[in-house]
T-cell receptor
Framework: AQSVTQLDSHVSVSEGTPVLLRCNYS??????LFWYVQHPNKGLQLLLK??????LVKGINGFEAEFKKSETSFHLTKPSAHMSDAAEYFC?????????????FGAGTRLAVHP | EAQVTQNPRYLITVTGKKLTVTCSQN?????MSWYRQDPGLGLRQIYY???????DKGDVPEGYKVSRKEKRNFPLILESPSPNQTSLYFC?????????????FGDGTRLSIL
């Protein structure tokens, strides 16, 4: 069975310090993996995606994620947090099965950034 | 501007009163879907549509209906809303059913069923 686990429901960092949001997945197929960000009262916006090319994926706003198959992880990082990074982040697994595109969303990690 | 538009953004209504949430995309996308977002559960898929007149159930379809008569529109219908359908709803679209394609999301509709 496919699943996504975001290991932290809340993460708090100081502005200028590194960000690490953790995501583990389980999939019987070759998945595509995504990170989305949700700012208050807005829809989800794509940060980055992994689709079986380079294992280190660079996204928007300085975020990147590394696909580690041996650890079934896809953690999101950023070297230096900015106040505008405060939002909720979702890890998503997508795969193709039975003629249909399937997606599972993680429960989300809320990132707080303090001055 | 490429976008997915949902209406209304906010709605408070009462149990049993039929309502429709509209969704429209201007990107000529084939694939559209509806999600509900509840605290601690992430987003769960309600229904999806591969193309015009092709729809199917997602993970939590009970109490909802959809239709896809035109490519750009994918309304969500609650025939007899109940309080457990109080939630934040998102419509999304993508070019096709390719799993590598990211979803484009609307800004959400917050429904409160009293």
């Amino acid at each position: 069975a496919q699943s996504v686990t975001q290991l932290d429901s809340h993460v708090s960092v100081s502005e200028g310090t590194p960000v690490l949001l953790r995501c583990n997945y389980s999939s019987s197929y070759s998945p595509s993996l995504f990170w989305y960000v949700q700012h208050p009262n807005k829809g989800l916006q794509l940060l980055l995606k992994y689709t079986s090319a380079a294992t280190l994926v660079k996204g928007i706003n300085g975020f990147e994620a590394e696909f580690k198959k041996s650890e079934t992880s896809f953690h999101l990082t950023k070297p230096s947090a900015h106040m505008s990074d405060a939002a909720e982040y979702f890890c998503v697994v997508s795969w193709f099965s039975g003629g249909y595109n399937k997606l599972i969303f993680g429960a989300g990690t809320r990132l707080a950034v303090h001055p | 501007e490429a976008q997915v538009t949902q209406n209304p953004r906010y709605l408070i209504t009462v149990t049993g009163k039929k309502l429709t949430v509209t969704c429209s995309q201007n990107m000529n996308h084939e694939y559209m879907s509806w999600y509900r977002q509840d605290p601690g559960l992430g987003l769960r898929q309600i229904y999806y549509s591969m193309n015009v007149e092709v729809t199917d159930k997602g993970d939590v379809p009970e109490g909802y209906k959809v239709s896809r008569k035109e490519k750009r529109n994918f309304p969500l219908i609650l025939e007899s809303p109940s309080p457990n359908q109080t939630s934040l709803y998102f419509c999304a679209s993508s070019p096709n059913r390719d799993v590598a394609q990211p979803q484009h999301f609307g800004d959400g509709t917050r429904l409160s069923i009293l």
